[in-house]
């Protein structure tokens, strides 16, 4: 992860730790934005054996459940989020490739046994990253393990934006519609 210097970085700090992510927060003196309109998310699942990225898919009932086949593969599965805002629509577009620049934080569900590598608060619970550089990983350690991930995103001192959740549910665990 890019050491971040902002709102990102506050929110790993002892205080920053005890903000909730939640539109009733105020963060960098601006009231945290409840999710509108979702940026993209880069999702890969690493397979241990291998370190190849294995596929992956959503749950067609609920678009925010991801759906891990761990059909063939051994636990841990890593878990790699990158955060793709949609770029500010009055922004001028260069040539060439487009990098816009913003922070974002991740926070995993209090009850997961996941932490974030190079995590931070509760437990390495919440991590943050910086541009499209950074990338966010956790591992499922078993197929009966289901892990809710939260998040916010911000461009410049812009109002913080909450980023609506995703749950990851291993298919084995999906199979049984207990988790679900």
Not at 143 to 163: I, M
Request: proline share 7%; hydrophobic share 40%.
């Amino acid at each position: 992860m890019t050491a971040v210097r902002g709102f990102a970085t506050y929110m790993l700090s002892s205080g920053g730790c005890y903000i909730e992510l939640d539109s009733d927060e105020v963060i960098m003196n601006n009231r945290v934005e409840a999710v509108v309109a979702n940026p993209s998310l880069e999702i890969v699942v690493v397979s241990p054996e291998t370190g190849v990225s294995i596929k992956s898919g959503s749950s067609p009932s609920d678009p925010q459940t991801i759906i891990l086949d761990d059909s063939a593969h051994s636990f841990p599965l890593e878990v790699q989020l990158k955060v793709l805002p949609t770029p500010p629509s009055s922004s001028p577009r260069p040539s060439g490739p487009v990098r816009y620049s913003y922070e974002f934080i991740l926070q995993l569900d209090e009850t997961s046994k996941a932490v974030f590598e190079h995590g931070a608060c509760d437990g390495d619970k919440r991590v943050a990253g910086r541009s499209f550089d950074s990338r966010a990983t956790f591992s499922i350690n078993s197929p009966t393990e289901v892990t809710v991930v939260q998040g916010a995103w911000t461009a410049g001192h812009a109002a913080v934006k909450l980023l609506q959740g995703l749950k990851f549910v291993p298919a084995s665990a999906a199979a049984s519609g207990d988790e679900l």
